[in-house]
């Protein structure tokens, strides 16, 4: 009869509080601009990271830049320039410390 008694029910959490940390790769990204009646600007960052430890993780990226000159600039003068391009590639380094309540 020892097979066919229940086994008793676990104690305490089934999982381990992680504090929102996912190892592995990440992959992230942000939009920002500003407009006004001279013209817009607006940047599109990109970065790729890899998570190594609730503490620790890298990341790398370039942004895009979107820079729109208004009619009226060109108009006036002739050699304003619109247009498209990449910015500095950057890379970093996260230390992580989170407060846990």
């Known amino acids: 009869m020892f097979a066919q008694s229940p086994i008793p029910a676990a104690k305490g959490s089934a999982t381990k ?5 996912t190892p592995g790769w990440t992959l992230g990204t ?4 500003s407009s006004s009646g001279d013209g817009s600007v607006y940047d599109l960052g990109s970065a790729l990271g890899y ?5 620790f993780g ?3 990226g370039a942004p895009v830049y ?3 000159t208004s009619s009226s600039i ?3 003068n002739p050699g304003a320039v619109s247009g498209i391009g990449v910015g500095a590639i950057f890379t970093d380094l996260r230390l992580n410390y989170p407060h846990h309540r």
């Not at 942000?30 to 601009?33: A, C, H, K, L, S």
């Open 30 to 33: 942000r939009f920002e601009g």
């Open 58 to 60: 890298i990341d790398a």
């Open 51 to 55: 998570n190594f430890s609730p503490h």
């Open 17 to 21: 509080d992680t504090g929102g940390f």
């Open 74 to 76: 060109k108009k006036n």
């Open 66 to 68: 979107f820079v729109n």
